[in-house]
Nanobody, 119 residues
Framework: QVQLVESGGGSVQAGGSLRLSCATS????????MGWFRQAPGKERDIVAS????????LYAPSVKGRFTISRDNAQNTVCLQMNSLEPENTAVYYC????????????WGLGTQVTVSS
């Protein structure tokens, strides 16, 4: 059974930092690209960052580029999202997701972790 469990969310003031982690089990982690998504109240879920299975390619939403960094540890089956210079607009539930290399759909999702940024 595939499980993705996010942690590290919380409340922070604007300009602060948080580091989200996603622990995975039940999948061959090294065969999956990983992504972080977020969903703000009343908005659709959108992608924040992604990383290929070998970490050779990382992609970011324009609004977070230069402030957020995605990384993974294939030995620990984890993926992280370092978020710096947080803004109130970054308030959302953040989800990690797994996509089998070669496929286009993220097939496994965590339950999410809340990030709240106050001004």
């Amino acid at each position: 059974q595939v499980q993705l469990v996010e942690s590290g969310g919380g409340s922070v003031q604007a300009g602060g930092s948080l580091r989200l982690s996603c622990a995975t089990s039940g999948l061959t982690f090294g065969s999956y690209a990983m992504g972080w998504f977020r969903q703000a109240p009343g908005k659709e879920r959108d992608i924040v960052a992604s990383i290929t299975a070998s970490s050779d390619i990382t992609l970011y939403a324009p609004s977070v580029k230069g402030r957020f960094t995605i990384s993974r540890d294939n030995a620990q089956n984890t993926v992280c999202l370092q978020m710096n210079s947080l803004e109130p607009e970054n308030t959302a539930v953040y989800y990690c997701a797994a996509r089998r290399t070669g496929l286009t759909t993220y097939s496994s999702w965590g339950l999410g972790t809340q990030v709240t940024v106050s001004s």
